[in-house]
C-alpha cells in the first residue's frame, strides 16, 4: 500500500538534543536514542470514517518525534498500519450499502490526503491489513508452535499467560484489564476461552463476511496479530517506539507486545508513548458518539492546515484537551502574526530562540514550549509590547528552516 507524498526537510545548520520521552511501561523518562536508524511504529487508522482532529492529535505527536529525531542526526525508518479489514469497517460498509473494499479504499485515500496536508511525514512502510494477512499466518504458526495457541469452535486465540511479561507495557490491574478489554473490541464473556482476556488471532469464516485461506481454514486476522506481524516483520524486535493514542495502551499494545515476545524471545518495544485523547462538546472525540470534527471538513472550509496545526501544538501530546473553534481562529491569527515578523527579514535575535525549539522538542516533545518561544520573538520583532527589535538581520533566514524541519510549519 502506498503512503503520501513526503514534504522536502531543510537541512539544519544545528543538530538538536537526543530526544527524551515518558514511558508507559515505566511511567518515567526515557532517553530515546537509537543505535543506528531509529525505528518507529505508530498504529494507523482502521478506515470507515474521515480523519478526525483526535486522530490528527496522535500522528502529529509522532511526526514531531519523527522530527526531533532527524533534528539530532538520525535517520528514521517510520512503519504503520491501516486496518483495512475489521468489524467497524464491515458494519460501517453493510449499513450504508458500500463495498467494503470501496469503503476502505476511499477513506485511506483521505486519510493520504489530510496527513499531507498536516505535513506529517509519511511511514517508509505504509501497510495493509489484508496485503499481510501471509505475515499474520506466519506468526499465528510461530505462536502455535511455541504452545500459546488454542481454538474455540471456527476461532483461534492467544493465550496471554504465555507471556510472563503480560501487563507490564500497561500496568492495569486485572479488573481494569477486564474492563477496557470489553469495552475496546474484546470478548471477556465468550465461553471457552482459558482466560477472559485472551484475544483472538483467526476469526473463522463468518457468512457474508470476507475471508481468506488459511492452514487454520479459512477466516480473517484479529486486530492485534496483524500489527504485531507487521512491525515485527518491518522493524524487528525491541524497536525504538511504539506510539499510538493512550486508548490503545490495553489491550492492543499489550497484546501486540505479547504476540511478538513469546516468539522472539526480547521485548516488543524499547518505550512505549501515547498521545492523549481530545474532546469536543464536553466528550471524547470518537465515532460512536458523532462529536468529530474532520481534517477535510475544515481544509474545504479554507481553513490553513497550518492553523490545524498550530491548534495541535498548543497541547502536549500526553495531555487530554477539548478542541474548541476558539483555538482554532487564535492559531490563525498566531500565523498571521509570525508571517508578518519574518516577512521583515530583520528580527529579534533568531539563535536562541532555535536553541529553544529543538530543546524543547527533545523534552518529551514539548510542542507548547517550542511554539512560545516563536510567539516571543514574533512580539520582540513586531515590538509589540515597546520598541521593535530587528538587531538580527538574517533572523528570518535562520528561523525558519527549523520551523518547517522541526515543527512541521510552512510560514
Known amino acids: 500500500m502506498r503512503a503520501w507524498t513526503s514534504a522536502e526537510i531543510p537541512t539544519l545548520a544545528v543538530t538538536g538534543p537526543e530526544v527524551s520521552l515518558h514511558d508507559t511501561a515505566t511511567q518515567g523518562r526515557v ?3 537509537p543505535t543506528g536508524t531509529a525505528r518507529l511504529y505508530v498504529c494507523g487508522i482502521t478506515p470507515y470514517d474521515a480523519t478526525h482532529i483526535g486522530h490528527a492529535n496522535t500522528y502529529l ?5 519523527n522530527r526531533a529525531w532527524r533534528t539530532a542526526g538520525h535517520p528514521v525508518r517510520y512503519v504503520q498500519n491501516v486496518t483495512d479489514v475489521d468489524d467497524p469497517l464491515l458494519e460501517r460498509a453493510d449499513k450504508v450499502g458500500v463495498d467494503w473494499v470501496e469503503l476502505a479504499e476511499r477513506e485511506t485515500e483521505l486519510f493520504r490526503q489530510d496527513m499531507e496536508a498536516l505535513r506529517i511525514l509519511p511511514p517508509a512502510e505504509y501497510v495493509g491489513a489484508v496485503e499481510s494477512i501471509p505475515l499474520v499466518i506466519d506468526l499465528i504458526q510461530r505462536l502455535d508452535a511455541a504452545g500459546a495457541i488454542y481454538r474455540v469452535e471456527d476461532d483461534l486465540y492467544y493465550a496471554v499467560s504465555a507471556d510472563p511479561a503480560f501487563g507490564r507495557e500497561s500496568n492495569y490491574d486485572r479488573e ?11 470478548d471477556p464473556d465468550r465461553a471457552g476461552k482459558k482466560d477472559p482476556l485472551d484475544p483472538v488471532v483467526w476469526l473463522g469464516e463468518r457468512p457474508g463476511e470476507p475471508s481468506w485461506e488459511s492452514p487454520f481454514g479459512p477466516g480473517r ?3 492485534h496479530i496483524e500489527c504485531a506481524a507487521i512491525a515485527l516483520e518491518h522493524l524487528g524486535g525491541a524497536f525504538d517506539v511504539q506510539g499510538g493514542g493512550s486508548d490503545l495502551v490495553f489491550p492492543h499494545h499489550e497484546m501486540c507486545a505479547g504476540h511478538t515476545q513469546v516468539v522472539s524471545g526480547e521485548p516488543f518495544a524499547r518505550v512505549y508513548s501515547h498521545a492523549g485523547m481530545v474532546a469536543y462538546g464536553g466528550e471524547k472525540m470518537s465515532k460512536s458518539l458523532g462529536n468529530l ?3 477535510s471538513a475544515l481544509r474545504n472550509s479554507d481553513i490553513d492546515p497550518m492553523a490545524v496545526r498550530l491548534t495541535l501544538m498548543r497541547h502536549h501530546y500526553r495531555t487530554d484537551w477539548e478542541w474548541t473553534d476558539d483555538q482554532l481562529w487564535q492559531a490563525v491569527d498566531d500565523l498571521a ?7 521583515l527579514g530583520a528580527g529579534a535575535a533568531a539563535g536562541p530562540v532555535v536553541t529553544e525549539v529543538l530543546a524543547a522538542l527533545a523534552d518529551d ?6 511554539t512560545a518561544a516563536v510567539d516571543a520573538w514574533a512580539a520582540a520583532t513586531l515590538g509589540t509590547d515597546g520598541l521593535a527589535d530587528t538587531s ?6 535562520t528561523l525558519l528552516p527549523v520551523l518547517d524541519a522541526a515543527l512541521g510549519l510552512t510560514v
Open 31 to 33: 532517553t530515546a536514542t
Open 61 to 65: 505527536a509522532f511526526d514531531l518525534l
Open 176 to 186: 481494569t484489564m477486564l474492563r477496557f478489554f470489553g469495552e475496546r473490541g474484546g
Open 221 to 223: 486476522p484479529g486486530w
Open 293 to 295: 470534527v474532520f481534517v
Open 337 to 343: 502574526t509570525w508571517r508578518r515578523a519574518l516577512s
Open 365 to 370: 516533545l514539548d510542542a507548547p514550549r517550542a
Open 392 to 397: 538580527d538581520p538574517d533572523a528570518a533566514a
